[in-house]
């Protein structure tokens, strides 16, 4: 290692990395339409999406805010829109803050070897240097990355999907 005598080895295989990478881009995704419907119901009409529109609001309503953060201001200001509704989103809220939980388990714990070298344990450093295992699942595969990462998918979809239904979120019409 160039100037340096330091190495890390995450016990992460290509499969295990790129499995993980899906993780993270879909969990991006899911967070960028739960902050175009902030802005929607903060605007109460459907926002553009601040990719292809250069719409800085969403920035401004969303960045720097964790998960929980993001669904509890949510959660207030689709409630003071759509009061009949609070049990239906209520219960995408709940999968959503339980993913985000596990994604940020994925996203940062330390991945330690496994007898089994399909899969890696995720375990997290305490002050007192002792581990503690983390996680829905005691030992992950590439796979499970990827079925979580669909998981992700789904819930951005079922999300988008209940706000599309209320006219607050406007499907991208595909380019020409």
């Known amino acids: 290692m160039a100037d340096s005598d330091y190495e890390f080895h995450p016990h992460l295989s290509n499969d295990h990395l790129l499995a993980l990478g899906m993780v993270i881009a879909n969990w991006a ?4 339409v739960m ?7 903060i605007m109460d009409e ?5 990719i292809t529109d250069n719409y800085m609001v ?6 720097g805010t964790d998960a929980k953060t993001s669904l509890d201001r949510l959660r207030s200001l689709t409630f003071l829109r759509f009061p009949s509704d609070k049990d239906a989103f209520d219960a ?4 959503i ?3 985000a939980s596990e994604r940020n388990m994925m996203a940062h714990t330390i991945w330690a070897a496994n007898r089994n070298p399909k899969k890696v344990t995720p375990h997290a450093a305490r002050t007192i240097g002792k581990f503690k295992r983390l996680g829905r699942k005691a030992n992950y595969s590439a796979d499970d990355f990827i079925e ?3 998981e992700l998918e789904a819930l951005k979809l079922e999300f988008a999907t209940f706000f599309e239904m209320r006219g607050l979120l406007v499907r991208p019409k595909p380019e020409k």
């Open 35 to 41: 902050g175009i419907a902030t802005v929607a119901l």
């Open 148 to 150: 979580f990462a669909a």
């Open 46 to 50: 459907p926002a553009p999406d601040p």
């Open 97 to 99: 803050a339980s993913a």
């Open 29 to 32: 995704a899911l967070e960028h």
């Open 58 to 63: 969403t920035l401004f309503a969303v960045h």
């Open 92 to 95: 995408i809220a709940d999968k």
